[in-house]
C-alpha cells in the first residue's frame, strides 16, 4: 500500500472529494459524546478524522491504517489544523489489530470505516474485528460503494472498471455480512442505500450489557 500511495497520497483529497459520496453524512450520524473513544479504521489521509474531532471535540480520536506513507500525510494535515493532540494515529492492518497495544485504547463508542471496506482483501474480517472492538451499546459506522443497482447499466460498467484500476472492489454481499455478523452478536442493522444505489450507509449498534 506504501507504493500505491507514495505520490497519491498528495492528491487524494482532492479528488476523492468528488466520489466518495456520503462520508460527512456519515460522521454527522456518529454522535459523538464528550469523552467517547472513536476509531477510523483506514484513516488514510486523516481527512474524515480532522472533520470529525472538529465536530465533536470533547471525543477522543484514534487512527489506524497499513500505510505509513498514508499516516504520514494525516500527521501533518492533523498538526496544522491544531489537532494533533486530540487523534492518535498508528500502523496497523484492519483485519487484525489489537486495540490496546496500537492505540492505548482497548474498546471503542465508535467506530467507522468510510470507503475503506472496498480496498481492503479481506473486508470481511475487518467487519468482524471492528465489531469485536466495540464498547457494550456502541457502534460502527459504514459507507462505501453500493451495488448502483438504481442506476444505468452503463454507468455501472464504467464506474466499477475504473474503480477496479485503483484495486477498488464494491463489496456487492455487504448487507447480508453485516446482516449475519449482527444476528450472531445480537446486535442491531441500520442499512440504508443512497444516490440511487451509487453508495450505502450502515449503522450496526451493539448491545447493552444487562445491568
Not at 450520524?29 to 472533520?51: F, I, K, Q
Request: net charge positive.
Amino acid at each position: 500500500m506504501d507504493g500505491i500511495y507514495r505520490r497519491q497520497r498528495h492528491i487524494y483529497d482532492l479528488t476523492r472529494k468528488y466520489y466518495l459520496l456520503g462520508r460527512d453524512r456519515l460522521i454527522e450520524g456518529l454522535d459523538a459524546a464528550p469523552g467517547d473513544t472513536v476509531l477510523e479504521l483506514g484513516c488514510g489521509t486523516g481527512r474524515n478524522l480532522a472533520v470529525a474531532a472538529t465536530r465533536y471535540p470533547q471525543a477522543r480520536f484514534f487512527g489506524l491504517d497499513i500505510s505509513a506513507e498514508m499516516l504520514s500525510t494525516a500527521s501533518t494535515a492533523l498538526a496544522q489544523k491544531g489537532l494533533a493532540s486530540r487523534v492518535t494515529l498508528a500502523v496497523g492492518d484492519a483485519t487484525d489489530f489489537d486495540p490496546e497495544s496500537l492505540v492505548g485504547s482497548g474498546r471503542f463508542d465508535r467506530i467507522f470505516l468510510s470507503y475503506s471496506l472496498s480496498m481492503i482483501p479481506g473486508w470481511q474480517q475487518a467487519i468482524s474485528a471492528a465489531l469485536s472492538a466495540l464498547a457494550p451499546g456502541g457502534s460502527l459506522h459504514i459507507v462505501d460503494f453500493g451495488r448502483q443497482e438504481r442506476l444505468p447499466r452503463w454507468f455501472r460498467a464504467v464506474l466499477r472498471n475504473w474503480l477496479a484500476r485503483f484495486h477498488v472492489t464494491p463489496r456487492d454481499s455487504l448487507r447480508e455480512v453485516l446482516e449475519s455478523e449482527s444476528a450472531k452478536r445480537g446486535a442491531s442493522l441500520c442499512f440504508e442505500s443512497l444516490y440511487r444505489g451509487y453508495a450505502v450507509r450502515a449503522v450496526v449498534t451493539a448491545r447493552h450489557l444487562p445491568s
